[in-house]
């Protein structure tokens, strides 16, 4: 076992003298060390209630002969850091995690792993912090949250309140309307219930192999959901207990692989995830090696009908619904049976992708369409490409309102702060452009998640009249013709930080476009005097991060 080398041989009697004052026994030195790592803190939804998680947990790792450490790493809940400058923490968190995960586990050479996120960046720092290390991995998330209801029924979300802030501004809404939206968006603890950016990436899991059916659709805080995490905690000791060639399978680089960020995708399309996904994937894709260039997600995306329309792209369907519907499987299922999109491959349950998902039936198709009756015939993300974005930007085609094709003129802006100030003081009118900049990885920095911008165009009536384009990321409940991760960025050099309001844009997004109609020699005369913003910074942590990130068509991953 890995763990020999902390707790076998003479030379290591100081070591084991240390771990017998955490209470370990003759005993437990013959049984495989598995970290239990952990995302609970109070703050977020989604992770307040995961220390007793890993009760669960370590209760059943214990009972199946192996010997649990539970740590922790860190969270940032992204809609409580949204619309302040503690925005600017989200995205940098994901290295914070995938760093402390690769500390803790190789400095004390544990034999294998169980991880517990649930929501943001949590879900692919702790997948990343995996691919470095790669012992057997399982990952088990905290479950998604139910959805909320009005006093009438009507089912809502937390993007249902960030764009009641938009209608309560336009003066659709009043006061006691915004406070009810307030006070029953969010019943209980979960990841927020639609498909946002941490239940795309808990659904992305399945599909990857690295998680057990049912981990990004069954309810947090059920009986259901306990059993899920006990099932988790076994599968992680039969592997450990394996002989160590069969164990090898299992190492995590042998199941999240280049066929496993392809089923990830695949299934991305199918069901509309956040546009988030594409910045994590590509960031997890250069972690495993995998050599994934962002202009094959069209590709993808072309062969791939979206049969799953969850909110915010339909706002009366939330995670339960899709679990109700046949969960991920039967999703995965119903897509592969058009040329089988899907690639098969090992899952951490042992049986292959084919295998796991044979069977699988929609059972209501109202909830989870079938491939002869989709939303579209193509999948809920597509990557734009122009002198305005060369090396591509995102748009979440699933939650498009209005056109698809779109020519407007640009109201610039080089904040989130002045956008909204801007929007908010009607800068902002039908068939404009917002091209919101400095908002990258680099220019931000941290790459904000900008819901409030989009939320008010959404409840000002704006949302099917106007398009916005960002350097930055939008949260998973965006919607509307929002495109955003522009790269290269203003902060690089990027040909958004030269638009002049006034400027005409073009977007077709069924033919991958996106173009500043200027020509070549006004922007040539442009760039002659130009230098790219620098936001002042007082943290050293994220004067550190910006000048290592690289930009969102390169997965904002740190540069060595």
């Known amino acids: 076992m ?54 669960i947990i370590k209760d059943e790792i214990r009972k199946n002969g192996c010997v649990p450490f539970e740590f922790n790493t860190i969270g940032v809940d992204d809609g409580i850091a949204m619309g302040h400058d503690g925005m600017l923490y989200s995205l940098p968190s994901r290295e914070i995690i995938a760093n402390s995960i690769e500390t803790v586990m190789n ?32 990952f088990v998330s905290g479950g998604p949250m139910a959805a909320g209801h009005l006093d009438d029924g009507t089912p809502i979300d937390l ?59 069954i309810l947090a805080l059920t009986k259901e959901r306990e059993e899920l995490f006990r099932a988790a905690a ?14 090898e399978r299992f190492k995590f680089r042998n199941i999240l692989n280049e066929k496993a960020v392809h089923n990830a995708f695949v299934v991305d399309m199918a069901m509309g995830g956040s546009s988030n996904t594409v910045l994590h994937m590509l960031a997890i894709a250069n972690e495993a090696g995998v050599d994934f260039d962002i202009a094959k997600i069209n590709e993808i995306s072309k062969k ?94 699933a939650g498009i309102v209005g056109e698809r094709r779109f020519k407007g003129k640009a109201v610039c802006f080089d904040s989130q702060d002045e956008a909204i100030e801007g929007i908010t003081g009607g800068k902002v009118k039908a068939g404009d452009v917002v091209v919101l900049r400095y908002e990258g990885p680099k220019g931000g920095p ?78 040539a005369k442009r760039r002659e005097n130009f230098k790219p913003k620098e936001k002042p910074l007082t943290s050293r942590w994220l004067r550190q991060y910006r000048a290592l990130v690289t930009n969102a068509s390169n997965g904002a991953v740190l540069e060595a």
């Open 304 to 397: 791939v009908a979206h049969i799953a329309k969850i909110s915010p792209s339909l706002t009366t369907v939330h995670m339960e619904d899709i679990n109700r519907a046949g969960g991920v499987n039967a999703v995965m299922n119903e897509i592969n049976k058009r040329e089988q999109l899907l690639q098969d491959n090992l899952t951490v349950t042992g049986e292959s992708v084919y295998e796991r998902i044979a069977g699988a039936e929609i059972k209501d198709t109202e909830i989870i369409h079938t491939i002869d009756n989709p939303y579209s015939e193509v999948g809920g993300l597509a990557i734009l490409f122009g002198n305005l974005a060369e090396q591509g930007c995102v748009i979440k085609t």
């Open 446 to 523: 941290g790459m904000q998640e900008m819901l409030s911008p989009t939320s008010l165009i959404m409840g000002m009536g704006l949302g099917d009249s106007v398009a916005l384009i960002t350097d930055g990321r939008f949260s998973g409940a965006t919607r509307g013709l929002s495109i955003g991760h522009v790269s290269p960025e203003a902060a690089e050099g990027g040909l958004i930080a030269l638009v002049e309001d006034g400027d005409e844009i073009f977007i077709d997004v069924d033919e991958y476009k996106i173009e500043l109609l200027v020509s070549d020699e006004d922007i």
């Open 2 to 55: 890995r763990s020999d080398e902390i707790k076998k041989g003479y030379q290591r009697a100081p070591h084991r003298s240390l771990l017998r004052a955490t209470g370990l026994k003759d005993e437990d030195f013959d049984k495989p060390f598995i970290g239990v790592a952990n995302s609970f803190i109070e703050l977020i939804p989604g992770h307040f209630y995961l220390n007793k998680v890993a009760e």
């Open 159 to 217: 993007a249902t309140v960030f764009e009641g802030v938009g209608a309560f501004e336009a003066g659709e809404i009043d006061e006691a309307q915004l406070h009810a939206l307030e006070c029953n968006a969010c019943p209980g603890g979960g990841s927020c219930s639609g498909m946002f950016t941490a239940n795309s990436m808990n659904t992305l899991m399945e599909a990857m192999g690295i998680a057990l059916p049912g981990n990004g659709t």
């Open 107 to 138: 400095a004390h050479k544990l034999d294998a792993m169980i991880a517990i996120p649930n929501c943001d960046k949590i879900v692919p720092g702790m997948i990343m912090g995996a691919l470095r290390v790669n012992v057997p991995a399982v």
């Open 234 to 247: 076994r599968r992680i000791c039969e592997i450990a207990k394996m002989e160590q060639k069969e164990q």
